[in-house]
């Protein structure tokens, strides 16, 4: 049984650029949530989504948005990159809040 | 507003020494609290989940419990080997919300 996936696992972008990150949840579970990670921090929520919307969001500015899809998985779009969006971006998955999450490798962005 | 800390933030042990890790939150009405691993660049891999109406979890030489009264969860190992060295994250939902709040975590290094 396929854990949470995500691609790519590297990439370098520019300063200005727009990103976009896949997240496929364990299956089973519906519900996606997006982490920020910075070198020595704990990860920082960016927003849930949960039904195709998003139901809940942290205190990230609009030009990190997201999607989920009908078949649950989702993905992160993130405009005009600065050199501190530069993180580790971690999707977790979950049939239910009370049940805990499962995250995935995570995908390593590097803002240049 | 929760809020998730962790102490020490970094630990090194001889091999087969027995050691705490201590997480504390502000927000006692939780509905579980949820402890992960997390080696170097990598993503978070889910150890232990205990439920709100459960004071302790145990899987192998894991033991954590959890004490809402007192806004507190410990992990304890048993017997550390080289293979414990690494980062572990306590996590506990916000209050009225799906946003799980990470503490910084504890990075731990056994020595052989």
């Known amino acids: 049984d396929a854990g949470v996936t995500q691609s790519p696992t590297h990439l370098i972008k520019t300063r200005g650029q727009q990103v976009t990150l896949r997240c496929s949840p364990k299956?089973?579970?519906?519900?996606v949530s997006w982490y920020q990670q910075a070198l020595g921090q704990g990860p920082q929520f960016i927003f849930q989504?949960?039904?195709?919307?998003?139901?809940q969001r942290g205190n990230f500015p609009d030009r990190f948005s997201g999607h989920q899809f009908p078949n649950y998985s989702s993905e992160l779009n993130v405009n005009a990159l600065l050199l501190g969006d530069s993180a580790l971006y971690l999707c977790?998955?979950?049939?239910?809040?009370?049940?805990?999450?499962?995250f995935g490798s995570g995908t390593r962005l590097t803002v240049v | 507003k929760q809020e998730v800390t962790q102490i020490p933030a970094a630990l090194s042990v001889p091999e087969g020494e027995n050691l705490v890790l201590n997480c504390s939150f502000t927000?006692?009405?939780?509905?579980?609290l949820q402890w992960f691993r997390q080696d170097p660049g990598k993503g978070l891999t889910s150890l232990l989940l205990?439920?709100?109406?459960?004071r302790e979890q145990t899987s192998g030489r894991l033991n954590a419990s959890l004490d809402k009264s007192s806004g507190r969860s410990t992990l304890y190992i048993a017997a550390s080997q080289p293979g414990d060295s690494a980062t572990y994250l306590c996590?506990?939902?916000?209050?009225?919300?799906?946003?799980?709040?990470f503490g910084a975590g504890t990075r731990l290094f056994v020595k052989a």
């Open positions: 996590a506990a939902p916000n209050t009225g919300g799906f946003k799980t709040i």
């Open positions: 299956s089973g579970h519906d519900t």
């Open positions: 989504y949960y039904e195709e919307e998003e139901r």
């Open positions: 205990i439920q709100s109406s459960q």
């Open positions: 927000d006692s009405a939780i509905y579980n």
């Open positions: 977790a998955s979950s049939p239910g809040s009370v049940y805990g999450y499962t």
